[in-house]
């Protein structure tokens, strides 16, 4: 197996017994960028310079026989939305092209406490806003296992560089699904953690109550380890919440006996592709075979989960983004003649259309007479999806679903109906309003040899349970093992 295809904790034991530096790992990764990224179109930006830097600081301590962190000398890519300091984040926007943050986000500096090597700033949906990486102001990602087709999003990029070899690791975001849709298109594993348990401190904000950055990764331990290093309250974000960080690899165990999975018969509708619910209810199988007792649950309010999405989602930002006026940072139109001119034509030429239909949508749902209406009774929705979560939590450990309800469809064939693409979240959002953890891990394939995602979801905290559940699954099936032959000649 080339260095660039092994997972972050098989790496790490081969660091530790010096048969590999961080620096022959780092080339071996930007080796495998030059050959397939041409065509992938993971990344907005690469940090070689400071990648080998950071390397060779590893290899250091691997030489003096330090104790180094797990994620020491791995080559990790990080979402475009996450502040980093000196390095362009541009959140897949024209409005901050050029904009190069004066500070780390809290996971940043988390991250290079552990000795990480930064690849690059991955490609995105504009301000995290979109299901298939295709509202990008740069370019359209691609998905590895079909270059025809999308990989997903927000988080496109990061998903398909772990898909694609191209990192080993990678970071991404989640708002209605941005990290578990896109894995579970890209075949990789994608994790949502608790609202609260992850910093927001230099995250770009798109919906405040929200938002969550999480990982991406090759297998669920390197899920576990990523969440170890990023995970804890901080001072910085008056969202996260002072609760015990427990070490996550203490819940990969490999036994299900006993746990109670949850089955809503909300998520299993004939809209649902048969060739996912297939694999769905076949995982669920294997879970049940090693021990685990399935029952059906009832989460009645699932239906209103997207309507409700799109009216909170929208409104939080169309306050987070009134701040890209032109006056303080990130582009201006030019020769503006008044002031008020100014402000409209830097937010028309800087936004794309899809964040400007949010924006707009957003501010309607907020305005005098209808956030009554609008936003107080969403808000409402959302505390019933919440209570519908909680009396299943009372029943069972986990709750199992699909986590799209289609695989990864063509690029460009859902770009002229919104409703058709807003629809691509309808599984995810709901644990996103309950702030719920929620993995998505590899399942199958479909028959045209896309990948499936299994959707596993906990109570609040409940990471371990999930991640128990996942490790369980993955170290009793093959799904993990299949990789994506990237055709790089041909046209895309």
């Not at 594993?189 to 904000?205: E, F, H, I």
């Not at 609040?460 to 009793?476: I, K, S």
Request: charged content about 20%.
């Amino acid at each position: 197996m080339s260095l660039h295809e092994l997972t972050a904790h098989a790496l790490h034991e081969k660091l530790k017994a010096r048969e590999i530096s961080a620096q022959e790992l780092t080339e071996a990764v930007y080796e495998r960028i030059a050959e397939v990224e041409p065509h992938v179109k993971g990344y907005l930006t690469l940090t070689k310079d400071i990648a080998l830097e950071q390397a060779s600081r590893a290899d250091a301590g691997f030489q003096n026989g330090d104790e180094m962190p797990p994620l020491a000398g791995i080559p990790i890519a990080i979402k475009d939305v996450i502040c980093t300091k000196g390095v362009r984040t541009t959140c897949g926007s024209k409005i901050l092209e050029n904009f190069v943050p004066p500070y780390n986000a809290t996971v940043m500096t988390k991250l290079h406490e552990q000795g990480i090597v930064m690849v690059g700033k991955t490609n995105m949906d504009e301000f995290a806003m979109g299901s298939s990486t295709e509202n990008s102001a740069y370019q359209i990602t691609h998905n590895p296992w079909d270059l025809k087709a999308i990989p997903g999003g927000s988080s496109g990029g990061s998903a398909a560089v772990v898909a694609a070899n191209t990192a080993i690791c990678s970071l991404g975001s989640d708002t209605g699904g941005s990290i578990r849709q896109p894995a579970a298109l890209c075949g990789v594993v994608g994790m949502k953690p608790t609202y609260g348990r992850v910093s927001r401190y230099g995250l770009v904000a798109f919906a405040s109550s929200l938002d969550q950055i999480g990982p991406f990764t090759k297998d669920v331990t390197d899920c576990a380890l990523l969440l170890n290093a990023i995970c804890g309250s901080d001072a910085m974000d008056a969202t996260s919440v002072d609760v015990p960080v427990p070490d996550f690899t203490q819940a990969l165990i490999n036994d299900v006996e006993g746990l109670k999975i949850g089955v809503p018969k909300e998520y299993f509708t004939p809209a649902l592709d048969t060739e996912i619910a297939d694999s769905v209810y076949a995982a669920i199988a294997v879970l049940e075979g090693l021990g685990a007792t399935v029952e059906e649950v009832s989460l009645p309010h699932t239906e209103y989960a997207i309507a409700t999405y799109y009216i909170i989602a929208p409104a939080e930002a169309s306050a987070n983004l009134a701040r890209y006026d032109g006056v303080r940072y990130g582009y201006r139109t030019e020769n503006p003649e008044a002031l008020i001119s100014m402000y409209k034509k830097t937010r028309s030429e800087g936004f794309g259309e899809e964040v400007k239909r949010r924006i707009m949508l957003g501010t309607f749902a907020l305005s005098a007479g209808y956030q009554d209406a609008y936003y107080k009774k969403a808000q409402k929705v959302r505390t019933l999806i919440k209570s519908d979560f909680d009396a299943a939590f009372e029943k069972v450990d986990v709750i199992a679903t699909p986590t799209s309800p289609t695989p990864a469809f063509k690029i460009g064939e859902r770009t002229a109906d919104p409703l058709q693409m807003y629809l691509s979240d309808v599984m995810t959002t709901p644990a996103s309003h309950a702030g719920l953890p929620g993995i998505s891990l590899p399942c199958g394939l479909v028959k045209s040899g896309l990948p499936i995602g299994l959707q596993l979801l906990g109570a609040p905290f409940a990471e371990e349970n999930v991640l128990r559940v996942a490790y369980t699954f993955e170290q009793n099936t093959e799904h993990h093992r299949q990789k994506p032959q990237i055709q790089t000649n041909g046209d895309v």
